[in-house]
């Protein structure tokens, strides 16, 4: 699994200025996160402490030189950041105003695939504007952020003679969120009992990859629940619990970090479960593969773990290339039902295939809700940048949607290569 980012200075992810004696004189410690950040949009509050796009942190140095070297290496990371994200805006808004950052395009080449996907996901928001949590998730989940997100993945992914990869983004969605209902009163951090439903989760990842030149295959999925702040740094889960009542944070944690045994529904109205006594916690060790709680901050979402206190450290856009790569989400089967996690998956890729779309919305034309997916064996819509673009969350429609993010990976080597050409 992708090595976690740490933020600012200090190692707690709530301290942003620290005391700390030098020579015999206390003096006063900023992060380096904090001094920078003001620079550029695309540079989040809280950045990263490694040398290397795999985490690698930092070589532990005297205090003055210490601070002197993270300065100078985020400084030119800043700088390749607004390179960055200004050649995208560029690129994608056919803006004529690049003379300032013509002498320095050769610097994109060292930005890496998270700081490319994470600059992208900075290009849909507006700096400082507060949004509630469907629009910012709606932002999210539109035609620019797939496609976008299909171009960065394909122009990163490796094309020699001998071998090649290619990648296909998709959207699917559900009409109502999905939800689990536990038999047995559950606790949730505080000791407050609950037993109404509770959402699984606002957005599931999916990678499904496929090596046509050996025929195997593999399948991960993540799901996550997105929340909105105006504070930073934060931890999971982003929103401040109640110490005297079960709020639909606590009861969304709880479900999430331990995994009780519960029933599936596919809505709130439903009297009948999809699956019944559904039990994931697989290993305390494999829970943060399973599932990760995201904040909206300034452009920015942060994900982590869903324990408690746990630091919001990985960005969306390190999430999103962990998953394409099999680094992160849990592993499921297409095919199969071994386990109850196979079930929960496929359960939520068989709604989101079973409806039809809503004809006021999209027409009669418009038959399934996955744009496109070929080795899930959707079939594909031919106007799938109508459907993205619409599909908003609860902003034109009238109820919520739960969205799928499909990512799909070919492999091919030798002769195979032409076949994904």
């Given amino acids: 699994m992708y090595a976690r980012q740490r933020r600012g200075l200090d190692a707690s992810p709530n301290s942003t200025l620290t005391r700390t004696a030098v020579g015999g004189k206390e003096s006063s410690k900023r992060s380096s996160a904090e001094a920078w950040q003001t620079f550029s949009n695309c540079t989040p509050p809280h950045s990263s402490r490694t040398l290397e796009p795999n985490g690698a942190l930092y070589p532990s140095l005297p205090v003055p030189f210490e601070e002197l070297a993270f300065a100078i290496v985020e400084q030119i990371n800043l700088v390749n950041n607004i390179i960055l994200c200004n050649t995208m805006h560029i690129k994608r808004n056919k803006d004529k105003k690049i003379s300032f950052f013509a002498p320095f395009i050769f610097f994109k080449m060292q930005i890496s695939i998270t700081q490319e996907i994470d600059c992208l996901i900075s290009t849909l928001y507006q700096a400082k504007k507060n949004y509630g949590e469907l629009e910012a998730l709606s932002i999210l989940i539109s035609q620019k952020f797939i496609s976008g997100l299909e171009e960065i993945l394909n122009k990163r992914a490796p094309r020699f003679n001998s071998y090649r990869e290619k990648y296909k983004v998709s959207l699917g969605w559900i009409d109502k969120v999905p939800l689990a209902k536990c038999p047995d009163p559950t606790l949730d951090y505080n000791k407050n009992p609950f037993s109404a439903k509770v959402e699984i989760g606002d957005l599931l990842i999916i990678n499904t990859a496929h090596d046509i030149s050996s025929g195997r295959k593999y399948s991960v999925a993540s799901i996550i629940q997105a929340k909105i702040?105006?504070?930073?740094?934060?931890?999971?889960?982003?929103?401040?619990?109640?110490?005297t009542s079960a709020s639909s944070t606590s009861k969304q944690l709880a479900l999430l970090s331990k995994w009780p045994i519960f029933?599936?529904?596919k809505t709130s109205g439903n009297d009948y479960p999809v699956s019944n006594l559904m039990q994931l916690d697989i290993g305390i060790n494999m829970k943060g593969n399973k599932s990760k709680f995201m904040g909206y901050y300034n452009q920015k979402w942060w994900c982590g773990f869903p324990d408690f206190g746990?630091?919001?450290?990985?960005?969306l856009g390190s999430h999103f290339q962990s998953i394409a790569a099999n680094k992160d989400g849990f592993t499921f089967n297409l095919k199969s039902h071994q386990n109850d996690w196979d079930k929960l998956i496929n359960g939520m890729l068989s709604i989101c295939d079973e409806y039809n779309l809503p004809e006021k919305h999209y027409g009669t034309q418009l038959k399934k809700r996955v744009i496109t997916s070929n080795f899930l064996l959707y079939e594909t819509i031919a106007n799938s940048a109508k459907i993205s673009q619409n599909f908003t969350l609860g902003l034109n429609m009238d109820d919520r949607r739960f969205p799928i993010i499909l990512i799909d990976r070919v492999m091919a080597e030798g002769l195979d290569i032409t076949r994904i050409d």
């Fill in 229 to 243: 702040t105006d504070i930073s740094p934060f931890n999971t889960p982003v929103k401040s619990l109640s110490n």
């Fill in 310 to 315: 746990d630091p919001c450290d990985i960005t």
């Fill in 263 to 265: 029933d599936l529904y």
